[in-house]
T-cell receptor
Framework: AQSVTQLGSHVSVSEGALVLLRCNYS??????LFWYVQYPNQGLQLLLK??????LVKGINGFEAEFKKSETSFHLTKPSAHMSDAAEYFC??????????????FGKGTKLSVKP | DAGVIQSPRHEVTEMGQEVTLRCKPI?????LFWYRQTMMRGLELLIY????????DSGMPEDRFSAKMPNASFSTLKIQPSEPRDSAVYFC???????????????FGSGTQLSVL
């Protein structure tokens, strides 16, 4: 069965600093992996997704994530944090089996705070 | 498109009462998901539909929970009777899962904050 583990429920960075949010996955099949963001009082929005093409995936708002099979990781990064990045970030894996919509299994989330 | 629309935005009820949450997915989307979010358990999938047919309801916690999708533009999640431990934010999401270019891009509603006293 697929699962994801997000390391750190809270991460705090200064504005302009590197953002690194960690996600490790477990999957019995080649995984489809996702990062979603949730702003206060809103639903989740897709940031980026990995579907076995390039291992470095670029998303919206300057975020990117690198798929590392040897480490079973899919960490999210952004070179320079902005105040507007403060939100909760969720890593997810799909039980997709080629071609059809799968069920997304979400991690517990990491709340990112950005200090001025 | 207005996005996924959920109602009500907030619901406060007393233990034992019936609660009905509503969702209107994005027009043309063929998958609809109901999720529950709590501090303790995070985001949990309750049930999802494809073309109005329930595909996987293994996440529905108990028989007190039921979900229907009578047509492509409407779904309900009902809790009867409600209990304090059902207090959570309930999200509805939809996607166009049949298109490999966009499937698994879920569009979430703003959620219903449910408080059962």
């Amino acid at each position: 069965a697929q699962s994801v583990t997000q390391l750190g429920s809270h991460v705090s960075v200064s504005e302009g600093a590197l953002v690194l949010l960690r996600c490790n996955y477990s999957s019995s099949v080649p995984p489809y992996l996702f990062w979603y963001v949730q702003y206060p009082n809103q639903g989740l929005q897709l940031l980026l997704k990995y579907t076995s093409a390039a291992t470095l995936v670029k998303g919206i708002n300057g975020f990117e994530a690198e798929f590392k099979k040897s480490e079973t990781s899919f960490h999210l990064t952004k070179p320079s944090a902005h105040m507007s990045d403060a939100a909760e970030y969720f890593c997810a894996v799909s039980d997709h089996y080629g071609g059809s919509q799968g069920n997304l299994i979400f991690g517990k989330g990491t709340k990112l705070s950005v200090k001025p | 498109d207005a996005g996924v629309i959920q109602s009500p935005r907030h619901e406060v009820t007393e233990m034992g009462q019936e609660v009905t949450l509503r969702c209107k997915p994005i027009s043309g989307h063929d998958y609809l998901f109901w999720y529950r979010q709590t501090m303790m358990r995070g985001l949990e999938l309750l049930i999802y539909f494809n073309n109005n047919v329930p595909i996987d309801d293994s996440g529905m916690p108990e028989d007190r929970f039921s979900a229907k999708m009578p047509n492509a533009s409407f779904s309900t999640l009902k809790i009867q009777p409600s209990e304090p431990r059902d207090s959570a934010v309930y999200f509805c999401a939809s996607s166009f899962g049949s298109d490999p270019a966009t499937n698994e891009k879920l569009f979430f509603g703003s959620g219903t904050q449910l408080s059962v006293l």
